[in-house]
């Protein structure tokens, strides 16, 4: 056998797999470790290396947390926004992704690849044009909500005067537009997830449902709900972990504005 050969025979392709683990140190482990260690310095606006360096102040930071009311109360905000945040945001577009994909997975649906496609297109377009589009539609003065969408509800429901609304002036409401905006762009993944799963079911335990006198809701629960939870679940989980870390959202749609 050749040097080569024997190399290969004792294990030498392991060493193959070096470059990718150092690759892996340095695109992932370094930064988080970086970033772990600059909690526990004094890295700020007035302390940016190379211009100012940068000192260890233990669990100073952490403890300001807490102790100190100017950053305990924004901490506290903040968090407490972002938990409402996550769990608004991705419970909407769950609902949205899967009460879709019920209906389009009835036999009397038609055109069902047209409404298909349909489904798709939030998550066809780049986010980032989707979220500046909804910025401009949300605007206060000049906006398609407010010029256009509340007229016409409020001409079509009696006795509703919704009037226009401060979208990106008010922070509730600008609040409550980021999710909504959220649940359009987050349902069409779980819109694909939910249909595929729908079409594993075997129609045969609908049909022993349905002898037995289950009645639609009875077979939502027993049936399909476990069906979906069974295979999604963790899907739906890295859902709620990927919208607590949503930055692009909250970013472009005012800049994280108003306050």
Avoid: C
């Avoid at 470790?33 to 007035?46: G, H, K, Q, R, S």
């Avoid at 489904?119 to 256009?148: E, H, K, R, Y």
């Avoid at 939870?229 to 005012?254: C, D, K, V, W």
């Amino acid at each position: 056998k050749s040097v080569l050969a024997n190399m290969v025979d004792r294990g030498f392709p392991y060493l193959f797999t070096i470059p990718a683990y150092v690759a892996m140190v340095f695109a992932i482990v370094f930064p988080v470790l970086v970033t772990i260690f600059i909690a526990f310095t004094n890295y700020d606006f007035y302390h940016i290396p190379p211009a100012k360096l940068i000192d260890w102040v233990g669990f100073t930071n952490f403890t300001d947390i807490f102790f100190l009311s100017s950053y305990r109360d924004t901490f506290f905000a903040v968090f407490g926004w972002t938990v409402i945040w996550t769990l608004a945001a991705t419970t909407l577009q769950i609902v949205i992704g899967i009460f879709t994909a019920l209906v389009l997975n009835q036999k009397f649906i038609k055109f069902k690849r047209v409404f298909g496609i349909i489904f798709l297109l939030p998550w066809a377009v780049p986010a980032f044009i989707t979220i500046m589009s909804f910025s401009n539609m949300f605007n206060d003065s000049i906006g398609a909500i407010n010029t256009q969408v509340i007229p016409l509800i409020d001409a079509l429901i009696p006795f509703v005067d919704i009037g226009s609304l401060p979208w990106k002036t008010d922070p509730f409401f600008t609040k409550i537009a980021i999710i909504m905006i959220q649940g359009w762009l987050g349902f069409p993944f779980i819109y694909v997830l939910v249909s595929g799963i729908l079409q594993s079911i075997p129609e045969e335990q609908y049909e022993a449902a349905r002898i037995d006198g289950a009645g639609i809701i009875q077979r939502f629960r027993h049936i399909t709900m476990p069906a979906i939870f069974t295979i999604a679940a963790p899907i739906f989980i890295t859902q709620y972990t990927g919208n607590f870390n949503n930055f692009s959202m909250i970013y472009l749609f005012n800049e994280g504005g108003p306050g």
